[in-house]
Each structure stands twice: as structure tokens, then as C-alpha cells.
């Protein structure tokens, strides 16, 4: 059974820090590019970062750079997220997203709530 479940969302205060984990479970995660999407009220879903499945390679949306770093561990099947400076527009419900590029295979988390707020 595929999973994916994130985990370390939360209530921060503008200008605070947060680290979103997603532990996978079911299928080869080292064979699988790794992104985080997120979603805020009324809006679209974002791509946030994406990271090569062995790890290289990291692309990130150009408003997060700096602020937002994307890794992963295959050894141990999670994806991480670091939030730093979190505004209070970051505020959204953050996907962990699997996807395997030779056949278009994909996987979606259920969401974790971030929240950033004073």
C-alpha cells in the first residue's frame, strides 16, 4: 500500500521556522522525484521544490528561494521540507508529491496545515 504522510505543520509566528517531514512507505522511493505543493485558501495549488531522486538536484519556485530548502533521505524514505522567515503568506496546506519520471507514475500526500500567524 502506497503512503505518503507528512508530518511537522503547525502554527508559527511570522519570521519563525518550520521543518515538514514526509515519510513514504509502498513503492521505490529512490526511483521517484520528490516535490512539495502547496495550497492556500482560494487558491490554486503551487509547486514549492522538487528534488532529483537521488538528491542533486533541487529546483525551488523563484518567490521561495533563499527561504525554503528541499532534501531528502532515501535511506530512510522522507522527503523534508526547511521553512525559514515564514510569512504570513506562506500559510497554506502543504502536499508531498511523488512522481516517477520514466512512466508518469504518481503519488499524493493527504496535506499538512501550516499556519503563520501572529
Known amino acids: 500500500q502506497v503512503q505518503l504522510v507528512e508530518s511537522g505543520g503547525g502554527l508559527v509566528q511570522p519570521g519563525g521556522s518550520l521543518r515538514l517531514s514526509c515519510a513514504a512507505s509502498g513503492f521505490t522511493f529512490s526511483a521517484y522525484r520528490m516535490s512539495w505543493y502547496r495550497q492556500a485558501p482560494g487558491k490554486e495549488r503551487e509547486s514549492v521544490a522538487t528534488?532529483?531522486?537521488?538528491?542533486?538536484?533541487?529546483n525551488y519556485a523563484e518567490s521561495l528561494k533563499g527561504r525554503f530548502t528541499i532534501s531528502r533521505d532515501n535511506a530512510k524514505n522522507t522527503v523534508y521540507l526547511q521553512m525559514n522567515s515564514l510569512k504570513p503568506e506562506d500559510t497554506a496546506v502543504y502536499y508531498c508529491y511523488a512522481r516517477r519520471l520514466w512512466d508518469g507514475t504518481t503519488y499524493w500526500g493527504q496535506g499538512t496545515q501550516v499556519t503563520v500567524s501572529s
Open positions: 528534488i532529483s531522486p537521488g538528491g542533486g538536484v533541487a
